[in-house]
């Protein structure tokens, strides 16, 4: 564990680039600054594994606020965004389209399934699993985006 | 209707409520406890805890009711009510967790980094809050009355006493178990009497009265006048109102991270989904043998009714015992949920601002006793005022104003406060404006008429529009930090990132006596240290007020000592 005012040469060894550790107590005073001020400092220690490297700079871009980190973010949000989007547009084009479905063919209500009209088991099982099986596929999805955003991050 | 079990076993709902709440309280020790139960508890039991304080009456009595009386196009209303969770899994669920807010004005002011913005969601916060408590209360009331003949107030005053003795000592914890307790109590209570109910339904013999059933208006969908626009506005108000909602946006915050809020979620999805399917056969049942009750106007009764048209004698009481216990739950819990979340933003927003640092604790149960005091009498004022379509407008309320605010912060980075604020006021005036008017019999003929009874469909759509449009316009005025609330809200938390340092528990915890930072100084507190500091000198452009939760000395800022990066 070192302190991050005086990098010590150990902490090379572990691959971090000396612009992280420099960079990090100015990340958050650095919001009124310019952030593309921040000097680029040269690696010159050798390195580990070229993967840890990239881990601590594109975080570091994010704590950073500079436009690459805002792009990673963005991406983040996006993907989930598309998601929560394609859920909402599956569910308006079932249930959603339910009543108008039942103006236009107003003969559904005389089709029965197993004694039941059909319009009760929509709008009840069928309803239901639907929105249980969306949620489903929702967290799943979900899960795997932000996996994915973490594997980037970590460089894997 | 005098019925010495059912007064019996209300009396068993309340002592085991009081029991299961004690039993919390000896989980709930500390300040964070008392608030947000360590927001330690597990997605399933969390599920429960959600699903029972959902269920209000309005879904365990008022469902069967309209069904038995309206027929297929109240199907709706369970629908809506399950998939407005679904709607809150996806765009809501894991960032609003995230964000670490605790009430919706939290949010507000996290996002929007205004005090103006907090203040006016915290009024909306109490207004939704009490629009809901009333009828509960009412409900209560009229539940006893029919199964006892007690006057109104016996039951609205042991619903007020039993929920302030649960929230008063324990607070969340208790809470938390209280509910998932009832939600239990209330599927048993419903499932029971249906086996009962289906067999002897089943052993009657010759044909039930079918001529009731078989009738167009109330097996066909949209027979009635405008009933495509109703349906519609109904369908908006319920799927986009339940994340508006601020009892259920308290619940979120018991979640341990943002992935167990989502499975949290997907849980009460399950558990709404195998509740609702019950009310709908009651009211089904309630069709073939009971269809009277709805010429009598008394249509919201017929869950209690069934077993007595069905059987006689003890079975017949002893149903009707379970099932009032249930409805007795029902009223318990939800009443609960509002009251903590209701007193937790009076006490943060409107109590301490006028006395100044006082104790934490103290002052929330203070605001416990007062939000449930003003609840009870205006209560009392309001009755005759037939309030049961109140619980339905407020979801109209909810999705034209918390609903937006949500969606775009969270989504929108150009969510400027005043954008918020403009449309709050507007989708908020148009909703409450139907509220009052449906509410008072203002009655009106026409179209207009029609939005007002359900005024969803042009509320929120107008809403929107006003935040977007005048967030535009005030561009200049965006929030200062919003990139970095953007990163809080969305990046797992398993990623070590810098998240800013808003933190709302450290308005309690700073009231509070002993004040132990839980992670040592480090460079990484140093970090927020200053960003926190540098934003005390440039926030509060508006009314020169600073976040309260944003200056410096933030030692427990959100790289928890877990997550923090090691260097």
Known sequence: MTSSEAPEPGADARGRMPSAEAGRPRAGAGVAGDPRSRTRVRVTSPRTSAARTRSVSIASEIDEQTRLGEVYITSLMRSQLRLALTVLVILASTLGLLPLAFRAVPAIADIDLLGVPLPWVLLTVVAFVEIIGLGWFYVRQSERNEDDFSDLLEGR | ?567
């Open chain 2, 1 to 567: 209707m005098s019925n010495a079990a059912s007064i019996v076993a209300v009396v068993l709902v309340s002592i085991a409520s009081l029991a299961v709440g004690a039993f919390g309280l000896r989980l709930s020790r500390t300040m964070s406890d008392f608030y947000v139960a360590s927001r330690g508890v597990g997605p399933v039991l969390n599920a429960s805890a959600i699903s029972g304080e959902y269920l209000s009456a309005a879904s365990f009595l008022g469902v069967a009711g309209l069904i038995l009386a309206r027929g297929v196009d109240m199907l709706w209303l369970p629908v809506g009510w399950t998939a407005g969770y679904l709607l809150l899994l996806v765009f809501v669920a894991a960032p609003l967790r995230r964000s670490g807010a605790y009430t919706l004005p939290d949010f507000a002011q996290l996002r929007l980094e205004s005090v103006v913005a907090r203040r006016a969601s915290s009024l909306l916060v109490v207004a939704i809050g009490l629009l809901y408590l009333i009828p509960q209360f009412q409900g209560a009331g009229l539940t006893l009355r029919t199964l006892t003949g007690a006057p109104s107030w016996v039951g609205q005053l042991a619903v007020a006493v039993v929920v302030c003795l649960n929230v008063l000592p324990g607070g969340m914890r208790s809470v938390t178990l209280v509910q998932a307790f009832h939600y239990w109590l209330k599927l048993l209570a419903l499932l029971t009497p249906l086996f009962f109910l289906l067999g002897a339904l089943g052993g009657r013999s010759g044909d039930p009265d079918v001529g009731a059933v078989f009738v167009a208006d109330w097996v066909e969908p949209l027979r009635g006048d405008h009933a495509l626009y109703l349906t519609y506005s109904l369908v908006l108000a319920t799927f986009f109102g339940t994340m508006g909602l601020p009892h259920v946006v308290v619940r979120f915050y018991t979640n341990r991270d943002g992935r167990a809020a989502r499975r949290a979620t997907l849980a009460v999805l399950v558990l709404l989904s195998g509740f609702y399917l019950l009310p709908v056969l009651y009211g089904v049942i309630g069709r073939y043998v009971a269809s009277d009750l709805v010429a009598a106007g008394r249509a919201d009764s017929v869950v209690l009714e069934l077993p007595s048209r069905l059987f006689d004698g003890p079975v017949a009481e002893g149903l009707t015992a379970l099932l009032a216990a249930g409805a007795f739950a029902a009223f318990l819990s939800t009443s609960t949920g509002l009251v903590v979340s209701v007193a937790g933003v009076v006490s943060q927003d409107l109590v301490r601002w006028g006395a100044g640092h006082r104790q934490g604790i103290r002052t929330f149960r203070l605001s416990t006793v007062a939000v449930v005091a003003v609840s009870l009498l205006l209560t009392i004022v309001s009755a005759g005022v037939p309030v049961a379509h109140a619980v339905e407008l407020t979801f109209a309320v909810a999705a034209s104003t918390f609903c937006p605010m949500l969606l775009l912060g969270i989504w929108w980075r150009g969510l400027t406060a005043r954008g918020a604020i403009a449309g709050m006021v507007v989708g908020g005036g148009l909703s409450m404006g139907a509220v009052v008017s449906t509410t008072f019999g203002i009655a009106t003929g026409g179209w207009f008429g029609v939005v007002m009874t359900q005024p969803a469909a042009v509320s929120v759509p107008l809403s929107f529009a006003t935040m977007v449009l005048v967030s535009v316009a005030t561009r200049a005025s965006a929030p200062e930090h919003v990139a970095r609330t953007m990163v809080r809200l969305h990046a797992p938390e398993h990623i070590d990132l810098n998240r800013g340092s808003f933190h709302p528990e450290r308005w309690y915890r700073r009231a509070s006596a002993p004040v132990s930072p839980v992670s040592p100084v480090s460079p990484v507190t140093h970090v927020n240290q200053s960003s926190a500091a540098n934003g005390a000198t440039t926030e509060g452009t508006d009314s020169g007020t600073q976040h309260t939760a944003y200056d410096s000395g933030d030692t427990t800022a959100r790289r928890s000592q877990p997550t923090a990066r090691r260097d």
